[in-house]
């Protein structure tokens, strides 16, 4: 019987695409380094994820995300801008100047609310995902957040996972299930951890990986039935 969740944020909970968008945007228009459109943005997000993953494998350090990143989309666009630290601090902040949530996020988890443990589990940076989660209300709803940037290490290292069961307890495998979109970072850290793995696919994407599905949902309200 599952009794505790451990939620992803980043295209789980809340739509990255969204927040991404708005973010960069706001950025280019604070630095006055011209218009950033819908097509920019779109050749922006695989450079970014291609950034996390090498994070994810350990190739680089979470600093060479978030600048390298954006020194690539830069360079690509043909943008003469220097400033990619202010740039990429401005960003964090702006991540969570608004919330989009994924369909049946929100409600999902206040249902959940008391009825199982609920923690929030992300890669992200703590200035943007605090702010997300404090704009979300999330904060108030989960009964703990764990934050990379707080714990040191990114999922899905068994460090992560950890620290995780080191704050809530151990973990039991049929009693613990992590639910994310990500195949290398919420899969794999759940199969790294030993626990209950739920792979949110609303696009239907194939999965070219060796990790480890015990579930596969297209909506979030799909939840309610593994519980």
């Known amino acids: 019987m599952i009794k505790t969740l451990l939620w992803d944020i980043d295209g789980t909970l809340l739509n990255f695409e969204k927040a991404e968008n708005y973010a960069i945007k706001k950025c280019f228009e604070i630095f006055n380094i011209g218009e950033c459109t819908d097509e920019m943005v779109s050749r922006y997000s695989p450079i970014n994820r291609k950034y996390w993953e090498m994070l994810e494998r350990g190739e680089i350090t979470k600093p060479q ?84 940037d707080k714990i040191g290490f990114e999922k899905p290292s068994v460090e ?47 999965c070219k990986s060796d990790v480890k599905i015990d579930y596969e949902i297209r909506d979030i309200a799909e939840i309610l039935n593994l519980i």
């Open 65 to 148: 995300v978030l600048t390298e990143r954006f020194r690539e989309f830069f360079e690509k666009e043909n943008i003469s801008f220097d400033r990619v630290d202010e740039f990429n601090a401005e960003y964090q902040v702006r991540l969570g100047d608004k919330v989009f949530f994924c369909d049946n996020g929100l409600e999902t988890v206040e249902y959940l609310k008391g009825k199982v443990k609920q923690y929030a589990v992300t890669n992200g940076t703590y200035i943007a995902q605090s702010r997300k989660l404090v704009q979300s209300g999330l904060d108030k709803t989960f009964d703990g957040i764990f934050i990379s």
């Open 160 to 206: 992560f996972f950890d620290a995780v069961q080191k704050e809530i307890g151990k973990f039991s495998r049929d009693e613990v299930m992590i639910i994310g979109d990500s195949l290398t970072s919420d899969i794999r850290g759940g199969n790294n951890a030993n626990i209950i793995s739920c792979w949110y696919n609303p696009l239907g994407h194939e």
